[in-house]
C-alpha cells in the first residue's frame, strides 16, 4: 500500500516558480519531477480542491462553483458541506476500508466541505481550531496573515508523524496570493515560510508519494463588468452570480474572472449571448450544453450562460467607484495555468496533465491494487 501526502497551495500560479526558487523542488530533483499542468475551469478553490479529491470533472462532482444560485427561489448556498459532493472522494474510499486519513486546511470552509462526519478521520483547520487543536499545535495565525499557511503544514507534519496515515491532504489558503505581488517582500517571505515546511514534511516522510500542486493560479484585474446592467439597457432581466462568491470577501470582493447568468426569461438566450460577446473585456459566453461540453461542468448547477473575461477582467455589481485600488483575482482560463511537483512518484510525468490526475491516479493505483 502506498501512502500518500498531497498539499494544494491555493492560488500558487505557475508565475510565483520565476520569482522564487523553492527548495523543496531543487533538493529532491533525482526522485521527483516538476510540470505546469491546468487547473479545472472555473479556476475557483471549491471546483479544484473536489476534482483532485475526486479525480473527476465537475460535471461528475457537481461542484461548479464556491456558491450555488436557484433563479426558482432566488437565493443561493455557500457550498460547503460534505452532501454536495456527487462522486466519492479519496477520503470516502479510504475511510470504507478502514484506512487512516488526515485533512489539513488553512481555510474552514474546505474542512467541512470535505469531510464526512460519517467517515473516520482526522481533520483540523486553521480558521477554526478545536480546543485540541490549540493543544497540540498552538494557536494558530489569522488566516489573513501570511503566516497560516506554513502553521497548517507544520501542524499536518506533525500530525503525520503521530497518526502515520495512509493518506493526507493539506490545503492552504490564498490571502497573499490576493494581497501581494509577487515579487513584493510579503510574498517572498510567505513562499519562504511555506517552502521551509514543505522541505521539513519532507524530510520527515520520504517514504511517502508526495505532491504538491495548486487549486488555481492569480492575475491582476483591472476592468469591471456589470452584466445585469449591461443587459437591462436591453430590457434584459437577469441575475449575475460570480462564480467566485464565498464568504472570504477580504481576498476579492467577489470579483472573479468567470460568472454565471440565470436569465428570467429563455428566450432572451441569443441575444443576450450576443450582447455579451460583443462586450470589451470578454472572452467568452457559453451555454449550459456548450459549457458541459466545453468545461465538463455540470448543467444543472450552473447558470443559463457561463461567461469568461480576459485576463484583466472581472464581474460583480458593486459600483466602479468601489473597485478595489488593487485587485489580484482568478476564475478565468488565465489562471489555469499551475505547477505540479510529484516525489517519490511510482508514475512518470506524462500521467499528470491537471491537477485532478493527482486523485485519479491515487484512486486507480488502490483500485488495482484491492482488486
Not at 147 to 160: L, Q
Not at 335 to 361: C, M
Request: glycine residues 4%; proline residues 3%.
Amino acid at each position: 500500500m502506498k501512502k500518500t501526502i498531497v498539499i494544494c497551495i491555493d492560488g500558487w500560479d505557475s508565475e510565483y516558480l520565476d520569482y522564487r526558487q523553492m527548495n523543496f523542488i531543487e533538493n529532491n530533483k533525482t526522485n521527483s519531477f516538476t510540470k505546469i499542468v491546468d487547473s479545472m475551469m472555473p479556476s475557483v478553490t471549491n471546483v479544484n480542491n473536489i476534482s483532485i479529491l475526486t479525480g473527476q470533472y465537475p460535471s461528475k462532482h457537481g461542484i461548479c462553483s464556491n456558491y450555488n444560485y436557484s433563479l426558482e427561489t432566488n437565493q443561493g448556498v455557500y457550498l460547503e458541506e460534505n452532501r454536495y459532493i456527487q462522486s466519492e472522494t479519496i477520503f470516502d474510499i479510504y475511510s470504507k476500508n478502514s484506512l487512516t486519513t488526515l485533512l489539513a486546511t488553512s481555510k474552514n470552509k474546505l474542512k467541512t466541505l470535505i469531510v464526512n462526519n460519517l467517515n473516520k478521520n482526522t481533520s483540523f483547520s486553521a480558521e477554526k481550531p478545536s480546543k485540541e487543536d490549540i493543544i497540540d499545535f498552538g494557536i494558530p495565525p489569522s488566516i489573513y496573515s501570511i503566516k497560516a499557511n506554513s502553521w497548517t503544514i507544520k501542524s499536518a507534519a506533525k500530525k503525520i508523524k503521530e497518526i502515520n496515515p495512509e493518506f493526507a491532504y493539506i490545503t492552504l489558503t490564498d490571502y497573499a496570493m490576493h494581497k501581494f505581488h509577487p515579487e513584493s517582500e510579503e510574498s517572498m517571505e510567505h513562499l519562504k515560510l511555506i517552502d521551509e515546511e514543505i522541505c521539513n514534511l519532507i524530510e520527515q516522510n520520504m517514504q511517502y508519494e508526495i505532491f504538491i500542486t495548486a487549486d488555481h493560479g492569480m492575475s491582476e484585474k483591472s476592468n469591471l463588468i456589470n452584466l445585469e446592467e449591461k443587459l437591462n439597457k436591453y430590457n434584459i432581466k437577469s441575475k449575475a452570480v460570480p462564480i467566485i462568491k464565498d464568504k472570504h470577501e477580504i481576498h476579492h470582493s467577489n470579483l472573479g474572472g468567470s460568472i454565471y447568468v440565470y436569465l428570467h426569461n429563455s428566450k432572451d438566450m441569443n441575444e443576450s449571448k450576443k450582447i455579451i460577446q460583443n462586450l470589451k473585456g470578454v472572452d467568452e459566453v457559453l451555454t449550459k450544453s456548450e459549457a458541459f461540453e466545453s468545461l465538463n461542468l455540470k448543467k444543472e448547477m450552473i447558470g443559463d450562460l457561463i461567461v469568461m473575461g480576459d485576463k484583466n477582467t472581472v464581474f460583480g455589481d458593486i459600483p466602479k467607484s468601489k473597485f478595489p485600488r488593487y485587485l489580484r483575482s482568478h476564475a478565468s482560463k488565465h489562471e489555469t495555468s499551475i505547477p505540479l511537483v510529484a516525489i517519490n512518484s511510482h508514475q512518470t510525468s506524462d500521467y499528470f496533465i491537471e491537477n485532478k490526475s493527482i486523485g485519479s491516479y491515487i484512486i486507480n493505483s488502490y483500485k488495482t491494487l484491492v482488486e
